[in-house]
Nanobody, 128 residues
Framework: QVQLVESGGGSVQAGGSLRLSCAIS????????VAWFRQAPGKEREGVGT????????YYADSVKGRFTISRDNAKNMVYLQMNSLKPEDTATYYC?????????????????????WGQGTQVTVSS
């Protein structure tokens, strides 16, 4: 059973940084995808970025490109979302999600519907 647990959320002033962690357990495959999504109150869930664990490639939404970075620590089975230059509009609950498919080696889907495993979410609040 694949399980994901996020941590690292909190409150920060605009321009600050936070690092979210996603502890992943249960995968026996070497290739799978991890994605970060966020959802603000009253808004639809938004994709933040993805990591193809097999090929190491990442993708970022335009809204976070250049400010957010996804990385992994294989030894610890952790995936991180480093968030810099945070803006009030980054305020949301952030979720990590994961799933696998034979074709998901070099790239990952970007839609939430493709991911069957989700963490519980962690709140990020950015004040102006």
């Amino acid at each position: 059973q694949v399980q994901l647990v996020e941590s690292g959320g909190g409150s920060v002033q605009a321009g600050g940084s936070l690092r979210l962690s996603c502890a992943i357990s249960g995968w026996t495959l070497s290739s799978y995808c991890v994605a970060w999504f966020r959802q603000a109150p009253g808004k639809e869930r938004e994709g933040v970025g993805t990591l193809a664990v097999g090929g190491g490639n990442t993708y970022y939404a335009d809204s976070v490109k250049g400010r957010f970075t996804i990385s992994r620590d294989n030894a610890k089975n952790m995936v991180y979302l480093q968030m810099n230059s945070l803006k009030p509009e980054d305020t949301a609950t952030y979720y990590c999600a994961s799933d696998a498919h034979l074709t998901w080696v070099e790239s990952c889907p970007r839609q939430a519907a493709h991911f069957g495993y989700w963490g519980q979410g962690t709140q990020v609040t950015v004040s102006s």
